[in-house]
């Protein structure tokens, strides 16, 4: 059995193409989710590493 005859038997749905409509909508969702959650990593870095750098310089004025 493939999987989209699957998907289609566990929700009750006998048209292909409404199966292939709610495989897109899933995959589009995920592809969302994932780059949302790749730009939230590349800010979060980028502000870490900024805070980061601004309190090892401030350690190190203070021990000169």
């Given at each position: 059995?493939?999987?989209?005859?699957?998907?289609?038997?566990?929700?009750?749905?006998?048209?292909?193409?409404?199966?292939?409509?709610?495989?897109?909508?899933?995959?589009?969702?995920?592809?969302?989710?994932?780059?949302?959650?790749?730009?939230?990593?590349?800010?979060?870095?980028?502000?870490?590493?900024?805070?980061g750098?601004?309190d090892?310089?401030?350690?190190?004025?203070?021990?000169?």
């Open positions: 059995m493939s999987f989209p005859l699957l998907l289609s038997l566990y929700n009750g749905i006998n048209n292909t193409t409404d199966t292939r409509y709610y495989i897109m909508t899933w995959k589009f969702l995920w592809q969302i989710t994932f780059i949302l959650g790749l730009i939230a990593f590349i800010i979060m870095f980028l502000i870490f590493t900024i805070r750098y601004k090892i310089m401030k350690i190190l004025k203070k021990k000169n």
